[in-house]
Nanobody
Framework: QVQLVESGGGLVQAGGSLRLSCAAS????????MGWYRQAPGKQRELVAT???????NYADSVKGRVTISRDNAKNTVYLQMNSLKPEDTAVYYC????????????WGQGTQVTVSS
């Protein structure tokens, strides 16, 4: 398992940018997949972006072209750079980890609130 701590959320105007950080308690290269999820009020949690230990990334269609997932291996930290934010991006954003042999995201952070005002 791994402990994950998110930071970087806040209030931003539409069109603005935020960078979320997720600090892991272990070497992130030992984690098969790191992911960012979000959950808006009254909605189900949805996947935003993932990055494998090999560096391959994937994005939800709703954020493609506006969001970039990256990592700093030396800091065991994964980032989510979000640009051109929209009010519909408002949600609690969670960092998650999928560690072999698990096939699901079994470790979660506490979440960080992102609010985009119109």
């Amino acid at each position: 398992q791994v402990q994950l701590v998110e930071s970087g959320g806040g209030l931003v105007q539409a069109g603005g940018s935020l960078r979320l950080s997720c600090a892991a308690s272990r070497n992130i290269l030992s984690i098969n997949v790191m992911g960012w999820y979000r959950q808006a009020p009254g909605k189900q949690r949805e996947l935003v972006a993932t990055m494998t230990s090999g560096g391959f990334s994937n994005y939800a269609d709703s954020v493609k072209g506006r969001v970039t997932i990256s990592r700093d291996n030396a800091k065991n930290t994964v980032y989510l750079q979000m640009n051109s934010l929209k009010p519909e991006d408002t949600a609690v954003y969670y960092c998650a980890a999928k560690i072999w042999p698990s096939r699901t995201f079994g470790s979660w952070g506490q979440g960080t609130q992102v609010t985009v005002s119109s």
